[in-house]
């Protein structure tokens, strides 16, 4: 199983940073089979990043993602009010598929 | 429009039996892989299972493999999660959800396991 694990726990930032989220793979694997989601309290997870770096439909500019192997990354280049939320990565190329503990994004 | 709608959700007693559905409209539901994901209260997202369009191929966490089946009826549209000898552990909010990788998710159907 691989295991997925972010960091830092909870990001404290401003509207208007750069916000940059790790998550790290306990062994590698494909950057085409890794996602990021948001999640906002009492919603259900929305796809930001498939394929490690491919903004899903409907998604801002300001989130990019990038890495390979073991290491990847979501970037919002310039927070809004409305990114303030949890964010998950998640791998769906080896089963079982697995989620990150996730990052929580705080209003500083 | 997408949708994916839970049900059977409720309270179960430790040792219990539960069966999930979910019914999926606005979509071609043969052409694509399902899974189920769950969220405890206050906590992450944990991968539960995945199946593929055809039904062929079923994947499971370590954690409930063997106790959990997922299942579909392409021809009602709908997925199935039969969960035995559930734990107090697998209370959560179990989401339906399509592709892979997961591209919608429905509102999830409540199961609490308790005595």
């Known amino acids: 199983e691989i295991v997925l694990t972010q960091s830092p726990g909870t990001l404290s930032l401003s509207p208007g940073e750069k916000a940059t989220l790790s998550c790290r793979a306990s062994q590698s694997f494909s950057s085409t089979f890794l996602a990021w989601y948001q999640q906002k309290p009492g919603q259900a997870p929305r796809l930001l990043i498939h394929g490690a770096s491919t903004r899903a439909t409907g998604i801002p500019e300001r989130f990019s993602g990038s890495g390979s192997g073991t290491d990847f990354t979501l970037t919002v280049s310039r927070l809004e009010p409305e990114d303030f939320a949890v964010y998950y990565c998640?791998?769906?190329?080896?089963?079982?598929?697995?989620f990150g503990q996730g990052t929580k994004l705080a209003i500083k | 429009e997408a949708q994916l709608l839970e049900s059977g959700g409720g309270l179960v007693q430790p040792g219990g039996s539960l069966r999930l559905s979910c019914a999926a409209s606005?979509?071609?539901?043969?052409?694509?892989?399902m899974n189920w994901v769950r969220q405890s209260p206050g906590k992450g997202l944990e991968w539960v299972s995945g199946?593929?369009?055809?039904?062929?191929?079923?994947y499971y966490a370590v954690s409930v493999k063997a106790r959990f089946t997922i299942s579909r009826d392409n021809s009602k549209n709908t997925l199935y999660l039969q969960m035995n000898n559930l734990e107090a552990d697998d209370t959560a909010l179990y989401y339906c959800a399509r592709g892979r990788p997961i591209d919608f998710w429905g509102q999830g159907a409540l199961v609490t396991v308790s005595s």
């Open positions: 998640h791998q769906y190329g080896s089963a079982p598929y697995t």
């Open positions: 606005g979509f071609f539901f043969e052409r694509n892989d």
């Open positions: 199946i593929s369009a055809l039904g062929g191929y079923t």
